[in-house]
C-alpha cells in the first residue's frame, strides 16, 4: 500500500464549555493565537506536511468556523484598492482552493472515536492523518510532517507522543511501550485516561496517522473510558490483531489550548516568536516578572 497521506480529518465538534461564555459565539477553533485562530496553526501544519484535502467533523454552532474559510472577496478588493499589499497576500494565503475542503456533521457529541468515524465515506482504502485543533504545536520541521516523514519508514499506525508526568497521565491517552528505539516507540498497548497503572507516561498527543483498518475498527462503536467511542481504543485494537501502532517523540514544543492556562502559555510563546512583537511584548513580561518577584 501507499504510504502517501494527503487527508485529514479535523474533530471540530466539541462545544469547548471550558471557554464559556467566548465559546455561547464563537467556536473554539475561532479563538485566536496573536492573530490567528487556532484552527488556521493546524491547517498550516496540515498544508506544510503535504496534505490537499481537509475534513471537518463539525455540529452546531460552527457555522463561523466554515465561513472562516470562505475567500473574502470585499476584504481583497479593498485591501488591493487601498495598496495593503502585504495584507492582501496574508489574506490569500488562508484561502483554501474549492473543493479541498469537506464538512460532515457529528449530530452527537459521543466521543473522539465517533467523531472520526464519522468521516468515514470521505476516507476510502488510504492512510488519513487527524488533527485535534486544542493541541497546538510549535515545531520545525511541523509535527504532522515529522509523523509522515516517520511514518514512511514504519508504516502502520502512528500518534505523536511525548513524555507527561505521571500523576498527568489520567488525562490522556497513554501508550505500553513494546520497543523503544529512541524518537520511534513500538506500542504494545494503548490506553484511553487510565485511572490507576498507567502502563507508562508516555501521553498521545493529538496527532495520528491511522491505517484504513482503524475506520474499520471504529465500525464497531464500542464504548470506552467515559462511556465515549474512544480513538484510543481502536488504535489499541490493531495491536491485538497484530497489527503495528508507533509513537513518535515529535520535536516541538506542545501547547494544550484545551485549557487556559495552555491557551495563555500559547498565547505568550507565540507572541514572543513574531519578530514585530518580540520586544515589547518581551520588555513587558520581564517588567511583570520583576514586579511580581519584588512583591514576594
Ligand atoms: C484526546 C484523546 C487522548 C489524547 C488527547 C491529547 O483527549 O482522547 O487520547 O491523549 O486528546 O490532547 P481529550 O483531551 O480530547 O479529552
Not at 496540515?46 to 470562505?70: H, M, N, P
Not at 485516561?193 to 475506520?215: D, F, Q
Not at 520535536?251 to 514572543?272: H, I, N, P
Request: some cysteine; overall charge negative; charged content about 25%.
Amino acid at each position: 500500500m501507499s504510504r502517501k497521506v494527503t487527508k485529514a480529518i479535523f474533530p471540530v465538534a466539541g462545544l469547548g464549555t471550558r471557554f464559556l461564555p467566548a465559546t455561547k459565539s464563537v467556536p473554539k477553533e475561532i479563538m485566536t493565537l496573536v492573530d490567528r485562530p487556532l484552527i488556521q496553526y493546524a491547517i498550516d501544519e496540515a498544508r506544510a506536511a503535504g496534505i490537499e484535502e481537509f475534513i471537518f467533523v463539525t455540529s452546531r454552532g460552527k457555522g463561523a468556523l466554515e465561513d472562516y474559510f470562505d475567500h473574502s472577496h470585499e476584504l481583497e478588493s479593498s485591501l488591493k484598492k487601498s495598496g495593503k499589499i502585504d495584507l492582501l497576500e496574508l489574506l490569500r494565503s488562508t484561502n483554501m482552493d474549492s473543493g479541498a475542503i469537506a464538512y460532515v456533521r457529528q449530530h452527537k457529541a459521543l466521543g473522539l472515536g465517533h467523531a472520526v468515524w464519522c468521516a468515514r465515506r470521505l476516507v476510502h482504502d488510504e492512510a488519513v492523518a487527524v488533527i485535534l485543533t486544542d493541541d497546538v504545536i510549535m515545531g520545525e520541521p511541523p509535527c504532522l510532517q515529522q509523523m509522515i516523514e516517520a511514518y514512511q519508514e514504519t508504516g502502520g499506525t502512528m500518534v505523536a507522543t511525548m513524555e507527561v508526568p505521571m500523576e498527568k497521565t489520567k488525562s490522556y491517552g497513554v501508550l505500553d511501550v513494546a520497543e523503544d528505539m529512541g524518537a520511534i516507540v513500538r506500542a504494545r498497548g494503548m490506553v484511553e485516561k487510565p485511572k490507576e497503572n498507567p502502563p507508562s507516561n508516555l501521553a498521545v498527543i493529538g496527532r495520528y496517522i491511522l491505517a484504513p483498518s482503524v475506520m474499520e475498527n471504529l465500525n464497531k462503536l464500542k464504548q470506552g473510558a467515559g462511556g465515549e467511542i474512544q480513538l484510543t481504543d481502536a488504535i489499541a485494537d490493531e495491536i491485538e490483531e497484530g497489527r503495528d501502532v508507533f509513537g513518535l517523540r515529535f520535536r516541538g514544543q506542545r501547547f494544550d489550548c484545551g485549557s487556559k492556562a495552555g491557551f495563555l502559555q500559547a498565547t505568550v510563546a507565540f507572541g514572543l516568536a513574531r519578530e514585530e512583537l518580540k520586544d515589547e511584548f518581551g520588555e513587558y513580561l520581564a517588567d511583570v516578572m520583576s514586579i511580581r518577584k519584588a512583591a514576594e
